[in-house]
């Protein structure tokens, strides 16, 4: 099987991307790690697939699947590259393009310099929702985890984020505590740790180790789920600008029960074929 792909990367957060409407793919989880390794394929964080939906009234479905084969509900920069690449494959020319997600319907808007604004809906912050083994709903939670306790924020954005505010990001034991966030008993359908430093009340900073992946330069959702937990703290206001290591998101959430708007660059690296 030979598939036509679009290189992409959302502030360094890379996918391959897969037009399913006019080709024919299958997909396996040995192939999905072919495809996403480094030395002996294309190399990614992720691979979207593009597909026509099964709902009414939506334009395209939307399929994300980390390096390691498995299958997620969502992803924030990967939506924004997706919004770019259905335009530029001519497969719409829709600036607003509704998609179907496995963490559900979201809306996309392409602006005329080429950002990409995405409504990412509404956080679900109640613990069977994230999901978050918790007696009932809390701003934090005390989470224990490589001996000491912490205060942990439990987000769903349509996949789960655990947030810990952090002094400074630089220092943050990422790499020690991210994965043992990633793979604890608490989130039993694994979660996506993001370690935040607060620089006011309309900035911050940023590093997430992502579930099936490890840390990555910039996560869409990682910053929603921040911004999130840092206005349910009282720390941040409506509009906060998110710095990741690959550059800088704006995200914009009013308060519960409204949608998350998330505003971005995608940016095209090149097309190509693979035979697998």
Known sequence: ?????????????????????????????????????????????????????????????????????SEVENCGNGARCFAVFVRERKLTGKSIIKVQTAGGLIELRVQQDEQVSVDMGAPRLQPAQVPFVADAQAVTYPFEVAGKTYDISAVSMGNPHGVLVVDDVKTAPVAELGPLIERHARFPA???????????????NLRVFERGVGETLACGTGACGAVVAGRLRGLLDEKVKVNLPGGSLHIEWPGEGQAVIMTGPAVTVFHGQIKI
Do not use: W
Not at 3 to 31: A, C, W, Y
Not at 50 to 69: L, Q, S
Not at 190 to 204: C, K
């Open 190 to 204: 694994r979660v996506n740790a993001g370690f935040m430093q607060i620089l006011s009340r309309n900035e911050i």
């Open 1 to 69: 099987m030979r598939l036509r792909f679009s290189k992409m990367h959302g502030l360094g957060n890379d996918f391959v991307v897969i037009d399913g409407v006019s080709q024919s793919v299958r997909l396996t989880p040995e192939k999905i790690r072919y495809i996403a390794d480094r030395n002996f394929g294309v190399g990614c964080d992720q691979i979207l697939l593009v597909e026509t939906p099964d709902a009414p009234d939506v334009d395209f479905r939307y399929r994300i699947f980390n390096c390691d084969g």
